[in-house]
């Protein structure tokens, strides 16, 4: 982990979620996401001090742990202000939350009860809405990156934005076989929205700093179309969700073994149900108790 220098006063920490590091000239930080964790915030805090800065912003992305778990620490050990969309704010402050929506609004079973469901809560001191302007004495954009999750924010400064989860890098969307979005309507205007930016370096916190953000876009809209043919194309006849899920995840390799990754999974296809059914191109049936979907 090191701090890597975009742009002039702007950097990124590389880890297994890149965080964002904007300066200010009173040489003050504003971090973009936490990591998952107290050990990788612990070296965060050491870097950026040892860098002669100090922390004086975090701009949480979105509640999911592996970008806020870090939070809690930062904030009780530096006096950090905390800043998050309306969206994000009651998942950061109510962690459970995140897990409780994963298993069907319903208390969590221990497989839940990790880092990587379950983060400690922390305050919202500020809530951000898209637009121009300045938080911790710098001047950044918030950009709306809806889609991943329901009220995901990006950074835009200095001719660098910080995209979160909005793409993953082309190399990681196998692995993922199908990447997580929330609401796919939001998802796919973030793609368009992404593609129209005009900045100089794009950050997706699953991949590797890049100068031109379109095919990064374009590998990821294909597989959120490659995923909606494959479910659509099974709704020829009905199907349940769970047989829909087990048919798709086939489909892209994507093999299940665990609580967590089932439920993550199922939100995944829920998501491309959500669409499917709000544009009329599909619908259910009950029989037996059992709801189907179907074209
Ligand atoms: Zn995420």
Same mark, same amino acid.
């Given at each position: 982990?090191?701090?890597?220098?975009?742009?002039?006063?702007?950097?990124?920490?590389?880890?297994?979620?890149?965080?964002?590091?904007?300066?200010?000239?009173?040489?003050?930080?504003?971090?973009?996401?936490?990591?998952?964790?107290?050990?990788?915030?612990?070296?965060?805090?050491?870097?950026?001090?040892?860098?002669?800065?100090?922390?004086?912003?975090?701009?949480?992305?979105?509640?999911?742990?592996?970008?806020?778990?870090?939070?809690?620490?930062?904030?009780?050990?530096?006096?950090? !202000?905390?800043? +998050?969309? *309306?969206? =994000?704010?009651?998942?950061?402050?109510?962690?459970?939350? @995140?897990?409780? &929506? #994963?298993?069907?609004?319903?208390?969590?079973?221990?497989?839940?009860?990790?880092?990587?469901?379950?983060?400690?809560?922390?305050?919202?001191?500020?809530?951000?809405?898209?637009?121009?302007?300045?938080?911790?004495?710098?001047?950044?954009?918030?950009?709306?990156?809806?889609?991943?999750?329901?009220?995901?924010?990006?950074?835009?400064?200095?001719?660098?934005?910080?995209?979160?989860?909005?793409?993953?890098?082309?190399?990681?969307?196998?692995?993922?076989?199908?990447?997580?979005? !929330?609401?796919? +309507?939001? *998802?796919? =205007?973030?793609?368009?929205?992404?593609?129209?930016?005009? @900045?100089?370096? &794009? #950050?997706?916190?699953?991949?590797?700093?890049?100068?031109?953000?379109?095919?990064?876009?374009?590998?990821?809209?294909?597989?959120?179309?490659?995923?909606?043919?494959?479910?659509?194309?099974?709704?020829?006849?009905?199907?349940?969700?769970?047989?829909?899920?087990?048919?798709?995840?086939?489909?892209?390799?994507?093999?299940?073994?665990?609580?967590?990754?089932?439920?993550?999974?199922?939100?995944?296809?829920?998501?491309?149900?959500?669409?499917?059914?709000?544009?009329?191109?599909?619908?259910?049936?009950?029989?037996?108790?059992?709801?189907?979907?179907?074209?």
């Amino acid at each position: 982990m090191k701090l890597n220098k975009i742009t002039e006063n702007v950097y990124y920490i590389d880890s297994a979620v890149n965080m964002g590091l904007i300066v200010n000239e009173a040489n003050e930080a504003l971090l973009v996401d936490t990591g998952i964790d107290d050990s990788v915030a612990r070296k965060v805090k050491r870097l950026v001090e040892e860098c002669g800065y100090k922390l004086r912003g975090i701009i949480l992305t979105h509640a999911h742990a592996d970008h806020c778990g870090g939070a809690p620490h930062l904030v009780k050990t530096t006096g950090a !202000a905390v800043y +998050a969309t *309306a969206t =994000e704010k009651p998942v950061l402050e109510c962690p459970v939350l @995140e897990p409780v &929506y #994963l298993f069907g609004g319903a208390y969590p079973p221990a497989p839940f009860h990790n880092k990587f469901f379950l983060a400690g809560g922390v305050g919202v001191d500020e809530v951000i809405a898209p637009g121009a302007q300045k938080i911790c004495g710098c001047e950044v954009e918030i950009v709306d990156l809806a889609g991943h999750t329901l009220g995901q924010a990006g950074v835009a400064v200095a001719g660098v934005l910080f995209c979160a989860d909005s793409v993953i890098a082309p190399g990681v969307i196998d692995k993922h076989g199908i990447p997580l979005n !929330a609401d796919l +309507a939001g *998802a796919l =205007e973030t793609f368009n929205r992404l593609e129209g930016r005009r @900045e100089n370096y &794009y #950050l997706p916190a699953h991949g590797t700093l890049v100068e031109d953000i379109v095919p990064v876009v374009g590998a990821n809209r294909q597989r959120v179309i490659d995923t909606m043919e494959c479910i659509k194309g099974l709704l020829e006849s009905p199907k349940t969700v769970e047989e829909i899920l087990a048919v798709a995840c086939s489909n892209f390799n994507i093999n299940i073994n665990n609580m967590g990754q089932y439920y993550l999974m199922q939100l995944t296809i829920m998501a491309y149900l959500s669409y499917l059914v709000d544009r009329k191109e599909i619908t259910t049936e009950y029989s037996g108790n059992r709801q189907s979907f179907k074209k």
